[in-house]
């Protein structure tokens, strides 16, 4: 079992670690070949005849790169097209899709047991049932062929090993934030935000100015329950809040928690998110800022690649999520351990499944560099992020990871399924009616209480 709450320290600490040794990330080098054995290509007596062709092989790749702006998409297919030409018999059929499409997909492909040969999964509680259900292949042996284990930071893979098995290998670890666009704030007349408060405030200035305070893609519900427990991570005046309730300690009518969603929904009052933000997926409601459309955006620091990389560049500031009445320490993120790729234990063509994971996991860091798109990565990155041109927002982006000092996983990542999925949509209600905080309390209880075990 996947060790959830002592572990994030160790997710704080490994978080230093980026950009501070290097991984020898171009040097992985695939298991499968295109050639024939070169020692028997040497032999007189071998013929074309006596060659063995290699069989042609699909490898189906599910993944959440689907957003052709995001610099990792771009640099998914390089990987991707660089082991194809490596392994001519060898197609790597991509399905890109949001966060939320890939989460249905699986599901139903879980209940058929026809998972793709890789696909994505969120570390501890999301993919225990997974493991539970003995869909996805052990990766120990493969992690250790090139020195790709070596590649992670120290910790990370603790959220993807269960009974000491690792079964996911993560593209991130990450902290949540918020994302400024200078201009607008400057337009309007507003600073940055010390207080929860003082953000609700500078929305209310900002929607008074015409200029839309944030942005959010809440058709994919996650989005809102990671602001929202950063909401509750200050209520609760630091973290543990869910494994307290887990333990018998609290319960969902504790005032932690009804505080957090009554102060939750004074930002939603106030008019922060576009209109119809339940209609907006994640890609769109990013692209709102990405465009300079939305002041704000409290998201993970995977969205830094997107950001520098669109026209926004050079006009974008990041801050700590604030205290929330004068409670919880800014020092203390919600922590993010990213989606990681796993590999059906079904495929039909294992070995060369993991050979080329392995290809793609051992270029990951590298390849990622290049586009801008490393912070926040998984992997150790050697690399100089500021000679190789990151922005000044990137950089202090990695200022802040430096500061790391504890916090928080997201819900869905703590919780069974069945109590995730009742949070989920209590809370996106909340972007559609304003509720009584003590009634969303009794939601989550009742989700609770019927789907523990």
Not at 54 to 72: A, C, G, R, S, V
Not at 153 to 182: C, M, S
Not at 431 to 452: I, L, R, S
Request: proline fraction near 5%; charged fraction near 20%.
């Amino acid at each position: 079992m996947v060790k959830k709450y002592k572990g994030l320290q160790v997710i704080g600490a490994s978080l230093l670690a980026i950009s501070l040794t290097a991984c020898g990330s171009g040097s992985g080098t695939s298991t499968s070949t295109a050639t024939p054995d070169a020692k028997a290509a040497a032999t007189p007596a071998a013929t074309t005849s006596t060659v063995e062709k290699k069989e042609n092989i699909t490898i189906t790749f599910q993944n959440i790169y689907p957003d052709p702006t995001d610099p990792k998409n771009g640099m998914l297919k390089k990987i991707v097209n660089d082991y194809q030409t490596k392994n001519p018999n060898i197609k790597i059929e991509l399905d890109s899709l949001n966060t939320d499409q890939q989460k249905l997909k699986l599901k139903t492909q879980a209940a058929s047991k026809e998972v793709p040969d890789i696909t994505i999964v969120n570390p501890a509680a999301q993919m225990k049932p997974f493991v539970d259900a003995k869909l996805f292949a052990p990766l120990n042996d493969m992690v250790e062929q090139n020195g790709l284990k070596a590649t992670f930071q120290d910790g990370i893979l603790d959220w993807y090993t269960f009974d000491k098995n690792i079964y996911a290998l993560p593209d991130g670890n990450n902290i949540g934030l918020v994302y400024y666009n200078k201009d607008l704030f400057k337009q309007a007349g507003v600073e940055v935000p010390k207080t929860f408060e003082e953000m609700v405030a500078a929305v209310k200035t900002l929607k008074g100015k015409g200029i839309q305070p944030m942005a959010i893609g809440e058709k994919d519900s996650w989005t809102g329950s990671f602001l929202f427990m950063n909401v509750l991570l200050r209520t609760n005046g630091g973290p543990g809040f869910l494994q307290a309730v887990v333990d018998g300690k609290k319960t969902f009518a504790d005032p932690a928690f009804t505080d957090a969603v009554s102060s939750f929904e004074d930002l939603i009052q106030a008019g922060a998110f576009q209109e119809g933000a339940t209609s907006f997926d994640y890609n769109a409601g990013e692209n709102l800022f990405k465009t300079g459309k939305a002041a704000m955006y409290y998201m993970g620091s995977w969205a830094t690649g997107g950001i520098e990389t669109s026209s926004v560049n050079g006009k974008v500031g990041v801050f700590k999520f604030p205290t929330v009445k004068g409670k919880g320490n800014p020092d203390e993120f919600m922590l993010a351990p990213g989606s990681a790729f796993a590999i059906s234990a079904n495929s039909k063509h294992l070995k060369e499944t993991k050979d080329f994971l392995n290809f793609f996991m051992l270029n990951f860091p590298k390849e990622a560099f290049a586009v801008k798109g490393a912070v926040g990565i998984a992997q150790k990155v050697d690399g100089d992020f500021k000679a190789a041109g990151y922005s000044d927002m990137a950089m202090e982006v990695l200022g802040l990871f430096k500061q790391v000092k504890g916090g928080d996983l997201a819900f869905d990542n703590t919780m069974n399924p069945g109590t995730a999925q009742g949070h989920l949509t209590s809370i996106q209600n909340l972007f559609v009616q304003k509720k009584d905080p003590a009634e969303v309390g009794k939601e989550h209880q009742t989700a609770y209480d019927t789907n523990k075990k």
